[in-house]
């Protein structure tokens, strides 16, 4: 027995308010950062190639602590790559997309995904590269990866996605 | 609609009993999950016809019932001990009522033609044998339900005392599909869920809905353009206008009492701090000046003053400024983390969500008694309280399962009430204001 009181739904298609809008796949990475070493001081310059082929320059996730907005030191070889890239390459640019868990309220959480973005973003500088080249966009709670409520699932979510707009 | 009868019986015995939602199509679904055997007991007949014409396309006396039912204050008889079926007072036999414990009974007619349902009352108060209240009430078009919205709201102000909310509306976001997949709706819907309508749909994330005073228009956040930016709407003509794209955040839109100003969020100072935005001139002013995420702003119903999420003390807590800028004073003191204030309509009940470990509530903090808090969700992750606007109830999101499911509980808590689409993610409820008849 089942006593429920059902409505359609009337799902009116709003054309106009359907924006296209740039979308960046989400690629699955892995957690712990990858073992490969950045050619950040010994090689020459990077090319918009090595984005496809050098191990570090192909990762583009950051990974966060619980409510935390520090770069974790295991991810220092990712920035250095990635700020060198910046370096040698000054008409690249970047956009870092700041992400949180589901745990806490949207509207914070897209304050916290700013926060982390502004992270990677500040490290990135430290290391040569131009503010100009960096935009940062907190996309909140709003674009998990993983959608199970645990921590195996929040710890793949509370990340910086980095994403290359011009090599 | 009869099946909506077995749902008033089992309010009756079933206390904190969930019913799984039906997979399948979309659509909503609404379950009282617990109910309150202390209610006033209140009857509801099924009303007769007037004339010869087509029979009510909608049951107003059901749909009255289940309103009266689920603000927690009443409880209705079910339809199996109504035993007799009167249409006006001069056939009530007061006996009979009085031997099922009855104190209210209603009855009433309806009659439909052209369109039009029109539907004439009568409460009346058992034991006296008095008429408290009769009335005539109208409507056509898509507004049919409308009818019995208004005579619950017209009951419950007669017993109670305090103006119904049952004609109201609300305002909610639902999220289909995943990743580049995704379609977010922003949805208006009667207060019981029903006449669901969407009014804006993106494949990019919608949050934060929140209503006008006059309840014509929603602001919203849309990242349609890659970043949030915030948009104010027409319901009826959909016509928008978008009010803040700026660089970083554009968030947490909230419309000042008297509608003339919107109270929001955003960085492009450098990290997230509170604005006042006049709507007519678009101008700015910045309230809050810190390093840390101020954000959720939310007005006094004075307009005097603005409530917000600060987490400047490690943590987010609540926080009150004066609407015209000034010093911060620091509200909340229990629990590790309090965010997303409501304020009831006359300042006294914030509800907020509070988080303690992986434990998220809705918490109500009453500031007429000295700031005591209860909480009136169960958790784990519950979100989005809005209260109704006579705070009579209140609307939260939880998380159950893969999905966000919306709840509508009672102000004490003690009768919760289930609006599920079940295709789909449904979050960030927003109760909108009291309509115009």
Same mark, same amino acid.
Request: glycine share 10%.
């Given at each position: 027995?089942?006593?429920?009181?059902?409505?359609?739904?009337?799902?009116?298609?709003?054309?106009?308010?359907?924006?296209?809008? @740039?979308? @960046?796949?989400?690629?699955?990475?892995?957690?712990?950062?990858?073992t490969a070493t950045a050619p950040a001081t010994t090689s020459g310059a990077f090319t918009p190639a090595d984005l496809a082929t050098n191990p570090c320059l192909r990762t583009r996730?950051?990974?966060?602590?619980?409510?935390?907005?520090?770069?974790?030191? @295991?991810?220092?070889?990712?920035?250095?790559?990635?700020?060198?890239?910046?370096?040698?390459?000054?008409?690249?640019?970047?956009?870092?997309?700041?992400?949180?868990?589901?745990?806490?309220?949207?509207?914070?959480?897209?304050?916290?995904?700013?926060?982390?973005?502004?992270?990677?973003?500040?490290?990135?500088?430290?290391?040569?590269?131009?503010?100009? @080249?960096?935009?940062?966009?907190?996309?909140?709670?709003?674009?998990?990866?993983?959608?199970?409520?645990?921590e195996d699932c929040w710890k793949q979510n509370r990340r910086d996605n980095i994403v290359y707009t011009a090599e | 609609m009869r099946i909506a009868r077995h749902l008033l019986v089992?309010?009756?015995?079933?206390?904190?009993?969930?019913?799984?939602? =039906?997979?399948?199509?979309?659509?909503?679904?609404?379950? *009282?999950? +617990?109910?309150?055997?202390?209610?006033? !007991?209140?009857?509801?007949?099924?009303?007769?016809?007037?004339?010869?014409?087509?029979?009510?396309?909608?049951?107003?006396?059901?749909?009255?019932?289940?309103?009266?039912?689920?603000?927690?204050?009443?409880?209705?008889?079910?339809?199996?001990? *109504?035993?007799?079926?009167?249409?006006?007072?001069?056939?009530?036999?007061?006996?009979?009522?009085?031997?099922?414990?009855?104190? %209210?009974?209603?009855?009433?007619?309806?009659?439909?033609?052209?369109?039009?349902?029109?539907?004439?009352?009568?409460?009346?108060?058992? &034991?006296?044998?008095?008429?408290?209240?009769?009335?005539?009430?109208?409507?056509?078009?898509?507004?049919?339900?409308?009818?019995?919205? =208004?005579?619950?709201?017209?009951?419950?102000?007669?017993?109670?005392?305090?103006?119904?909310?049952?004609?109201?509306?609300?305002?909610?976001?639902?999220?289909?599909?995943?990743?580049?997949?995704?379609?977010?709706?922003?949805?208006?819907?009667?207060?019981?869920? %029903?006449?669901?309508?969407?009014?804006?749909?993106?494949?990019?994330?919608?949050?934060?809905?929140?209503?006008?005073? &006059?309840?014509?228009?929603?602001?919203?956040?849309? $990242?349609? /353009?890659?970043?949030?930016?915030?948009?104010?709407?027409?319901?009826?003509?959909?016509?928008?206008?978008?009010?803040?794209?700026?660089?970083?955040?554009?968030?947490?839109? /909230?419309?000042?009492?008297?509608?003339?100003?919107?109270?929001?969020?955003?960085?492009?100072?450098?990290?997230?701090?509170?604005?006042?935005?006049?709507?007519? #001139?678009?101008?700015?002013?910045?309230?809050?000046?810190?390093?840390? *995420?101020?954000?959720?702003?939310?007005?006094?119903?004075?307009?005097?003053?603005?409530?917000?999420?600060?987490? /400047?003390?490690?943590?987010?807590?609540?926080?009150?400024?004066?609407?015209?800028?000034?010093? !911060?004073?620091?509200?909340?003191?229990?629990?590790?983390?309090?965010?997303?204030?409501?304020?009831?309509?006359?300042?006294?009940?914030?509800?907020?969500?509070?988080?303690?470990? +992986?434990?998220? /509530?809705?918490?109500?903090?009453?500031?007429?008694?000295?700031?005591?808090?209860? $909480?009136?969700?169960?958790?784990?992750?519950?979100? #989005?309280?809005?209260?109704?606007?006579?705070?009579?109830?209140?609307?939260?999101?939880?998380?159950?399962?893969?999905?966000?499911?919306?709840?509508?509980? #009672?102000?004490?808590?003690?009768?919760?009430?289930?609006?599920?689409? #079940?295709?789909?993610?449904?979050?960030?409820?927003?109760?909108?204001?009291?309509?115009?008849?």
């Open positions: 027995m089942n006593a429920t009181v059902r409505v359609s739904v009337i799902a009116l298609f709003c054309l106009t308010a359907a924006a296209c809008a @740039q979308k @960046q796949a989400v690629k699955p990475a892995p957690v712990e950062a990858p996730v950051v990974y966060f602590d619980f409510d935390k907005s520090d770069i974790k030191s @295991q991810f220092s070889d990712i920035v250095a790559c990635h700020a060198k890239y910046l370096r040698d390459r000054p008409m690249a640019r970047m956009t870092i997309e700041g992400n949180t868990d589901e745990r806490g309220t949207r509207e914070y959480n897209l304050g916290l995904g700013e926060r982390r973005g502004n992270a990677l973003a500040s490290a990135l500088e430290a290391d040569g590269a131009s503010a100009s @080249q960096i935009k940062v966009v907190s996309y909140g709670e709003e674009r998990p990866v993983c959608r199970e409520h645990n | 089992l309010v009756l015995g079933l206390c904190g009993v969930l019913f799984a939602a =039906q997979a399948g199509a979309q659509g909503l679904t609404v379950q *009282i999950v +617990n109910g309150v055997p202390s209610a006033i !007991p209140v009857t509801v007949v099924p009303f007769g016809q007037q004339g010869s014409g087509p029979a009510a396309p909608v049951d107003v006396a059901q749909i009255v019932g289940m309103d009266l039912n689920r603000c927690g204050k009443f409880r209705t008889l079910p339809a199996s001990e *109504i035993v007799q079926s009167p249409t006006t007072g001069s056939e009530i036999q007061f006996a009979t009522w009085q031997q099922l414990k009855q104190d %209210y009974i209603v009855v009433g007619t309806t009659a439909y033609s052209g369109g039009v349902l029109s539907a004439h009352y009568q409460l009346w108060d058992v &034991n006296k044998q008095q008429m408290l209240l009769q009335n005539t009430v109208s409507m056509q078009g898509s507004d049919l339900r409308r009818v019995a919205h =208004q005579i619950a709201d017209q009951i419950y102000q007669k017993i109670i005392g305090v103006r119904g909310a049952f004609d109201t509306r609300i305002a909610y976001i639902t999220m289909v599909g995943l990743g580049d997949k995704a379609n977010y709706s922003l949805v208006v819907a009667d207060s019981d869920g %029903y006449n669901p309508q969407t009014v804006v749909q993106s494949h990019e994330a919608l949050l934060s809905p929140t209503w006008s005073p &006059n309840g014509q228009e929603i602001a919203y956040v849309s $990242f349609e /353009r890659g970043n949030s930016a915030i948009y104010i709407q027409n319901i009826a003509t959909g016509a928008r206008r978008l009010v803040s794209d700026r660089n970083g955040i554009n968030g947490a839109p /909230r419309f000042s009492p008297d509608g003339k100003k919107l109270a929001l969020s955003l960085s492009f100072q450098g990290n997230p701090e509170i604005y006042v935005m006049d709507l007519g #001139s678009g101008a700015l002013t910045r309230l809050t000046h810190n390093l840390a *995420i101020d954000t959720e702003p939310s007005w006094t119903p004075d307009g005097q003053n603005i409530i917000f999420t600060s987490d /400047r003390s490690g943590k987010p807590q609540l926080y009150e400024i004066p609407a015209s800028g000034g010093v !911060p004073q620091r509200l909340t003191f229990q629990g590790q983390y309090n965010a997303d204030v409501a304020v009831d309509y006359d300042g006294n009940k914030l509800a907020m969500v509070q988080g303690n470990g +992986n434990v998220y /509530r809705i918490a109500v903090m009453d500031r007429s008694t000295g700031g005591q808090e209860t $909480f009136v969700s169960p958790g784990n992750l519950d979100s #989005s309280p809005s209260w109704a606007p006579n705070a009579s109830m209140l609307l939260y999101a939880a998380d159950e399962g893969p999905n966000g499911v919306l709840y509508a509980v #009672s102000a004490d808590g003690r009768v919760r009430q289930r609006l599920v689409l #079940s295709d789909g993610d449904v979050r960030e409820p927003a109760w909108g204001p009291y309509r115009n008849p």
